[in-house]
T-cell receptor, first 115, second 111 residues
Framework: ETGVTQSPTHLIKTRGQQVTLRCSSQSGHNTVSWYQQALGQGPQFIFQYYREEENGRGNFPPRFSGLQFPNYSSELNVNALELDDSALYLC??????????????FGPGTRLLVL | GNSVTQMEGPVTLSEEAFLTINCTYTATGYPSLFWYVQYPGEGLQLLLKATKADDKGSNKGFEATYRKETTSFHLEKGSVQVSDSAVYFCARNNAGNMLTFGGGTRLMVKP
């Protein structure tokens, strides 16, 4: 059983650029959630995808967007990057069955630095 | 909104000392509660969880009991090791299974 994987591991961008981060969910999981973890802080929920649709969103502007693919993998896109977007971006996968959602398991993260 | 508050670190202990990291949560709804651990340069690993009041989660010598009357989920370990040095996050889930995390507590264990 493979765990959650994310790519790339590190990324450097400049202000105003766009970035795409990728996540492959754990085998058997159908739901992907994205979190932003600024240095020295706890993760903050960005959004969740289930059945290829956004299934909940935190307090992040529309320039943060995402996709989920039929194989349950997911992308996080951030447009018009700002310096404050520098953070560790964590992907978590889980299994949703009916109205029940199981525990979220996290990938190793992508560390984004915006200069 | 829902929130999680945990004791600020760093917590510095000697090997084999007793560990307690306090965590309290807002009492909205009937959340599941979690402790995740983050080792340097890595993502989050689930350490333990509890899904209802009076449940005790345990793993690798760590324990936490879901206390509804005090809205707490304190993490304990009887004898810490140097390898336990990491940042520990308490979390609760919300509608849609969004997780709300505390700010994290850094534990440093010295030989």
């Amino acid at each position: 059983e493979t765990g959650v994987t994310q790519s790339p591991t590190h990324l450097i961008k400049t202000r105003g650029q766009q970035v795409t981060l990728r996540c492959s969910s754990q085998s058997g999981h159908n739901t992907v959630s994205w979190y932003q973890q600024a240095l020295g802080q706890g993760p903050q929920f960005i959004f969740q995808y289930y059945r290829e649709e956004e299934n909940g969103r935190g307090n992040f502007p529309p320039r943060f967007s995402g996709l989920q693919f039929p194989n349950y993998s997911s992308e996080l896109n951030v447009n018009a990057l700002e310096l404050d977007d520098s953070a560790l971006y964590l992907c978590a996968s889980s299994l949703t069955s009916g109205s029940r959602q199981e525990t979220q398991y996290f990938g190793p993260g992508t560390r984004l630095l915006v200069l | 909104g829902n929130s999680v508050t945990q004791m600020e670190g760093p917590v510095t202990l000697s090997e084999e000392a007793f560990l307690t990291i306090n965590c309290t949560y807002t009492a909205t709804g009937y959340p599941s509660l979690f402790w995740y651990v983050q080792y340097p340069g890595e993502g989050l690993q689930l350490l333990l969880k509890a899904t209802k009041a009076d449940d005790k989660g345990s793993n690798k010598g760590f324990e936490a009991t879901y206390r509804k009357e005090t809205t707490s989920f304190h993490l304990e370990k009887g004898s810490v090791q140097v390898s336990d040095s990491a940042v520990y996050f308490c979390a609760r889930n919300n509608a849609g299974n969004m997780l709300t995390f505390g700010g994290g507590t850094r534990l440093m264990v010295k030989p």
